[in-house]
DNA sequence: GAACGACATGCGTATCTTTGCATCTCAAAT
DNA sequence: ATTTGAGATGCAAAGATACGCATGTCGTTC
């Protein structure tokens, strides 16, 4: 025991979510639909990466697809038959989206920490 | 006509959202609830804050229940009977809270639009 | 040209949220 | 003591999401 149990219990954190939309507000990419484009590019498989990130290949492909028709461009080189039946692969741009969003996030990620402590002694004391 | 139209429609909007939860993740006070409890204090009754943020009674109440829960602590001072039959206003802990959450807020939106900016940059040509 | 297996998609089902009653409770004002 | 109207709650209905299944498409490989 100590200074810790129902301090830490009482712990207040901070979460954030960060996204993209079209200004209709319409389709957006999400953290997961990131990871998910991450994963098909480790894979090369749309239906694998949607295994790894346990999520039905119905939602990612409808998610892949809300974010293509949002952004207006491919973010996915799709090609059906041949070996393995078919696979998916990240467009350039698709490629570039992602590293902007992963900077934007590491950003995000900086700034938040020290706004974070403010906010705590803001709270804390009286 | 000119730069605009097509560009406008492409335009990708950042979005994100704060929001603060138990260390179990459970209970959260989101933007909704923020607002929840301006609206509160503006008006002196959770029915009619839950009247103008567009929101049935039923879930207003849940949320407020849900926060104060996790916090361990009243956000809300609550009356019943009386003429018009009740109120209720924020307590001391509450505005603070508030306040706080507020400063949180602007500071991120500062940190971040830097940013953003170079999102843009990154995504846009070539 | 038959087989293979992921891409593609519709649609009914299950799951999670929010809403909409219905019903109580309570204390100030009459 | 009766009235009044928002606070407090349970619960079933309604909506919104996501999942699972079924079924079809396609192009390489054998």
């Known amino acids: 025991m100590g200074k810790r149990g129902k301090a830490d219990r009482r712990t207040v954190l ?35 990466a949607a295994e790894e990130q346990n999520m039905s290949y119905r939602k990612a492909w409808g998610d892949i697809k809300k974010a293509e028709e949002m952004l207006e461009y491919e973010l996915t080189e799709k090609t059906r038959g041949g070996i393995g039946g078919g696979r998916s692969k990240l467009t350039g741009k698709a490629e570039k989206l992602l590293e902007a969003y992963h900077a934007l996030h590491k950003k995000f ?9 403010e906010f705590r002694t803001k709270i804390s004391n009286k």
Chains 1, 2 share one sequence.
């Open 14 to 48: 901070l979460n954030y979510k960060l996204w993209l939309s079209s200004m209709s507000g319409e389709g957006i990419i999400s953290e997961d639909t990131y990871h998910l484009l991450m994963k098909i590019k480790e894979k090369g498989s749309l239906k694998r």
């Open 109 to 117: 990620d900086e700034s938040i920490e020290e706004a974070y402590q």
